[in-house]
């Protein structure tokens, strides 16, 4: 399995246990997210209370399991939803396209061009879907460094989350 962390502060970001598109000249990732029940299920293997479960005919004890439906992917990597107009979500764009920019200078070379291309056409799908767009935060809330968007498809249930690839790091687990 391969992590995805950031560049720049190492955070979980995504990993590939999720299937991944790559948009605009493989500068951008994007990966379908699922509503999960999560906690404790109650299954009955029909043998009343004998492994510690209850008959019908008792009344209600014991532990108070709620299940709870989240998000696979902000449940995973704890992302925080946060906020930005267009205004600030361009000049966040700008300073930390030049910082991914300076990273592959320096580490994939062959990758400035194509990130510089796909960038740009990404800043205006950014801005001509703006209200539709949801901005998340990784666990530790840095808000210079990788910022997550989220987004719902037409006939999607959940959001699917858009990942600036060029500013990650595969690591093998």
């Not at 299920?41 to 209600?60: P, R, S």
């Not at 992917?73 to 946060?82: G, N, S, V």
């Not at 267009?86 to 000049?91: M, Q």
Request: proline letters at 2%; glycine letters at 10%.
């Amino acid at each position: 399995m391969k992590i995805y962390v950031d560049a720049f502060s190492g955070e979980e970001i995504v990993s590939d246990s999720f299937n991944m598109e790559e948009k605009f000249e493989g500068v951008i990732g994007e990966v379908q997210s699922q509503d999960i029940v999560k906690g404790a299920l109650n299954v009955d293997v029909g043998a009343g209370g004998h492994f510690g479960g209850k008959n019908e005919d008792e009344e209600d004890g014991g532990v108070d399991d709620q299940a709870q439906k989240v998000n696979n992917i902000i449940d995973a990597f704890k992302y925080a939803e946060t906020q930005f107009t267009k205004a600030d979500y361009v000049t966040y764009f700008k300073t930390y396209a030049k910082k991914v920019k300076a990273y592959l200078e320096a580490n994939k070379p062959n990758r400035v061009a194509p990130f510089q291309k796909g960038a740009g056409e990404f800043i205006k799908w950014v801005s001509a879907n703006f209200n539709d767009l949801q901005f998340y935060c990784p666990e530790s809330y840095d808000m210079e460094n990788h910022i997550v968007l989220g987004y719902y498809k037409e006939g999607q249930a959940a959001p699917a989350f858009v990942y600036i690839l060029d500013g990650l790091k595969e690591v093998k687990m």
